[in-house]
């Protein structure tokens, strides 16, 4: 069974750094573009992050120059560092990864999300 189990989070005053990690684990062949969304009460997902397996990454304009998105290949695991936190930043994280895995002897394109975590920043 594949699945992605975030860590970290929590409350910070504004100003302050978190860091939230996510590691793949299970059946997979590969894991390709791997990121980190956000989803604020009332509002849609949204991307906060992204970093393919090569180490591109891109970043919401709304987080360049405050996060700082990396990722272990050999581990499966993404970290997003983020600094110079605003209250508005308050959300939970969400982990995202596609992944090839095998699935009924062939391999399979799939989508993946972790549970997600809480981050808190108050003012």
């Known amino acids: 069974q594949v699945q992605l189990v975030e860590s970290g989070g929590g409350l910070v005053q504004a100003g302050g750094s978190l860091r939230v990690s996510c590691a793949a684990s299970?059946?997979?062949?590969?894991?390709?573009?791997m990121g980190w969304y956000r989803q604020a009460p009332g509002n849609q997902r949204e991307l906060v992050a992204r970093i393919t397996s090569s180490g591109f990454a891109n970043y919401a304009d709304s987080m360049k120059g405050r996060v700082t998105i990396s990722r272990d290949n050999l581990s499966n695991t993404v970290l997003l560092q983020m600094n110079s936190l605003k209250p508005e930043d308050t959300a939970v994280y969400y982990c995202?990864?596609?992944?090839?895995?095998?699935?009924?002897?062939?391999?399979?394109?799939?989508?993946?999300w972790g549970q997600g975590t809480q981050v808190t920043v108050s003012s």
């Open positions: 299970g059946s997979i062949f590969r894991v390709n573009d």
């Open positions: 995202y990864a596609e992944m090839l895995v095998a699935e009924r002897g062939s391999l399979t394109r799939r989508d993946y």
